[in-house]
């Protein structure tokens, strides 16, 4: 059988296959360039250097759709808000790898800042005193400037994210995708598998159109092993902000996220509602957590984010009890 790196996706052809680093499953590997001249002695030293500059994080979080549009740098900026919030010694930051459509720096009111060097790397830039953000978004000369890269040039600059910020000591790094199960999803598997990947989030609208893709993107996770924490359905009903009434815009006609998680056998963490003032937010990058606190919105997220906290508790249980059982 041919060899094949520690650090491979799934299905990978092997180093000694004649395929090796050619085959389409091989787009987005790390060790691309490498398998493909015949080298087979040694891999992406990056690797190993992501992994040293990682050690100090405690959670890797993706959060992950098959479909555009159904709020997956909305949810990523909520999430980590409340985590951030909810104990200020707890460290928190973003990471946006959707590379051709930055959001989090207009989303996380951090539009227009810089990137700084220093000798111990990038220095991401501070939303809170313990909510960190890295975009390449911040490396534009402006917010209409269109990124036209093809997946290797994606993949550096995942690489370069990880292996080249000064992260810190961090409780949890959350990385805001984009939609599908393309290039910048398998880099980030590729280059986070040796470090572990706690998981992922799973962001849905409620109809049948959406949960579709969702269903491949949870596809996607088991064949790449990386463990699903659970689903959010986002923008189940509209609430009026005037009248408080509330009213389905996107019908679930087949039950929705919750019948999906229960045939997946995936946890359902909860649904959030359709609010204009969660929108406006966003879009003037403002806090929605402290603009409005007593929202359904703030009221359904403090659920969810409580529900993540008992699984992180157990995935970190179950890690001290896997160290004493090999030690």
């Known amino acids: 059988m041919a060899d094949v790196p520690t650090n491979a996706p799934q ?22 360039t490498l398998c493909a001249s015949g080298s087979t002695k040694q891999f992406d030293p990056d690797v190993d250097l992501i992994k040293e ?7 890797k979080i993706l959060v992950l759709s098959g479909k555009g549009g159904v709020g997956k740098s909305t949810i990523t900026s909520l999430v980590s808000r409340s985590l951030a919030a909810n104990n200020p010694h707890t460290n928190v930051a973003v990471l946006d790898i959707d590379i051709c459509g930055p959001s989090q720096p207009r989303v996380l009111g951090a539009l227009g800042e810089q990137v700084h060097q220093s000798g111990s790397g990038w220095s991401p830039v ?8 890295m975009s390449i978004g911040f490396l534009l000369a402006s917010p209409d400037e269109a990124v036209i890269w093809r997946g290797p040039k994606k993949n550096g600059m995942i690489k370069q994210f990880l292996s080249e910020v000064d992260w810190g000591n961090l409780d949890y790094l959350i990385l805001d995708t984009p ?3 393309s290039d910048e999803h398998l880099s980030a598997t590729s280059y986070l598998k040796n470090v572990g990947i706690t998981g992922a989030i799973i962001v849905t609208t409620p109809q049948q159109v959406a949960l579709l893709d ?4 949870i596809d996607f996770c088991r064949k790449v092993n990386i463990p699903v924490l659970g689903v959010i ?10 009248c408080n009434d509330s009213v ?23 649904s959030i509602p359709l609010d204009p003032l969660l929108a406006r937010c966003c879009d003037e990058g403002k806090n929605f957590l402290t603009e409005v606190p007593e929202s ?8 969810i984010v409580q529900m993540l906290h008992v699984l992180f508790q157990k995935f970190w249980k179950n890690v001290r009890i896997r160290k004493k059982f090999v030690k």
Do not use: W
């Open 11 to 32: 299905h990978c052809p092997g180093t000694a296959s004649k395929d090796a680093g050619k085959a389409s499953m091989c787009a987005g590997c790390p060790n691309q």
């Open 53 to 59: 500059r990682l050690s100090a994080v405690k959670n």
């Open 126 to 133: 501070y939303i809170e005193d313990n909510l960190s953000l």
């Open 179 to 181: 939609p599908g199960t």
């Open 214 to 217: 969702v269903r491949k993107e």
């Open 233 to 242: 359905e986002n923008m189940s009903i509209f609430i009026c902000p005037k």
């Open 248 to 270: 389905e815009i996107f019908p679930a006609l087949t039950g929705g996220a919750r019948m999906m998680a229960k045939e997946l056998n995936v946890d359902f963490f909860g």
């Open 296 to 303: 359904q919105t703030v009221l359904a997220l403090q659920v």
